[in-house]
């Protein structure tokens, strides 16, 4: 009697347990049916890019994008250098902070951009910013980039891309081999010491 | 000398007044080849039906959109099962139901900062609102012009995306786009709206 008694009670609390799971509507695993699916906060905060520190950023690869999560942490935003950049088309969105963004073979788009403010950047087309130029507060840009931008490397892996540390070196231009390659694009008449300084 | 202090005088106003209306931080829309978009504000202003705020821009190789159900209203939206060219997605307010694949085996709550990459033509749909019927923004980016969204003028709504919105005929309705329709070698959507969860 003790023995089936037990038994009901194991066998009603499992019938719970997958009744609970059963209406628990997460169930799928990442990629399926081809979908990649990303949380942006959980996953960008592990990974941190030092140097030069306060900069987390990560990436999916869709079959012909690829998404990225760039955040800047407070106090540390507008520290995080960024050369002048040149890769495939992409379109970014601020969901936190703010961002001085300057953009164009001459400079000449020149924006504080902040949350659910978007920009469009053409192919190839230089661009730069600084983080955080409100007041050096957290400032998160998602972004997709067009053609996937098999310079960043495969996801998760440890190795930071070179293709990341040199837009972090400051240089004046880092440019994708394609966009080197370009042919007939005006020349770039800025540098990083033309963007403004908060 | 009067005349000459008055000149100096409206030459100084002209001057002060043509730098205040020139801010330097800001020299506007598509300079450089740039798009710039306000998501929210541009969003709100084009209600392509009752409740349901929708609208983009081109670049020169992708369109970007925003998607807002107001409060009170996701639930009851209808979207059909869509099938289009390489998406990437962005809650960045409320919550939805993502249904997605071939047999419909993704299925995912997303709520802010929840991100998901959809390949061409991998059929999706959803529910807006799903977990309190909140108002829900989901920003996107097609990495390839969705050229059926006709024009960015935001007087417009094509019919591309009202049938993304109407004519709901559980089991039959999937807008997708030529490219998807004559996709070869696809498989078979096996799922219908019918098998979307409602929320409780």
């Not at chain 1, 192919?123 to 972004?143: L, Q, R, Y």
């Not at chain 2, 050229?147 to 109407?166: C, Q, R």
Request: glycine share 10%; proline share 6%; with cysteine.
């Amino acid at each position: 009697m003790k023995n089936t008694l037990w038994i009901t009670a194991v066998l009603l609390a499992l019938t719970g347990m997958q009744a609970s799971a059963a209406t628990f509507i997460v169930p799928s695993p990442d990629g399926t049916a081809g979908v990649r699916y990303i949380n942006n906060e959980e996953q960008v905060n592990k990974h941190e890019i030092t140097p030069p520190g306060g900069l987390f950023f990560t990436f999916a690869h869709g079959p012909n994008s690829t998404y990225a999560i760039f955040k800047m942490a407070a106090g540390k935003a507008r520290s995080v250098p960024f050369s002048i950049n040149r890769h495939n088309e992409e379109a970014g969105t601020i969901i936190k902070g703010s961002v001085l963004f300057k953009a164009g073979y001459n400079g000449e788009f020149v924006r504080v951009l902040r949350a659910g403010e978007t920009i469009i950047v053409p192919k190839c087309v230089p661009h730069s910013g600084v983080f955080g130029w409100d007041a050096n507060e957290e400032t998160i840009i998602v972004t997709t980039f067009v053609g996937k931008y098999s310079e960043y490397g495969e996801e998760g892996a440890k190795k930071v891309s070179n293709e990341l540390k040199d837009k972090l070196k400051a240089e004046e231009v880092v440019a994708t081999k394609e966009c080197q390659e370009m042919q007939g694009t005006p020349p770039i008449t800025w540098t990083v010491k033309d963007i403004p300084r908060p | 000398m009067k005349n000459k202090i008055a000149l100096v005088a409206l030459l100084a106003g002209l001057t002060t007044l043509t730098v205040w209306a020139r801010p330097p931080l800001d020299t506007g829309d598509g300079v450089g080849g740039i798009r710039y978009y306000d998501s929210y504000k541009l969003t709100d202003q084009r209600e392509a039906v009752p409740g349901f705020f929708f609208s983009f821009i081109h670049g020169p190789n992708s369109t970007y959109a925003v998607y807002k159900t107001a409060a009170g209203k996701g639930r009851d939206l209808p979207v059909n099962i869509n099938r289009h060219n390489e998406e990437t997605g962005v809650v960045v307010k409320g919550s939805v139901l993502f249904k997605a694949g071939y047999n419909g085996e993704f299925e995912r709550v997303l709520h802010v900062g929840d991100a998901i990459v959809i390949p061409a033509c991998t059929p999706h749909s959803g529910i807006f609102g799903w977990d309190s019927n909140e108002e829900t923004i989901l920003i996107t980016t097609f990495t390839e012009k969705y050229a059926e969204y006709g024009s960015d003028d935001p007087k417009l709504i094509t019919p591309e995306f009202k049938k993304k919105v109407s004519n709901i005929k559980p089991g039959v309705a999937i807008a997708e786009t030529d490219m998807c329709k004559n996709m070869k070698n696809a498989p078979k959507v096996t799922w219908s709206l019918a098998d979307i969860p409602k929320p409780e």
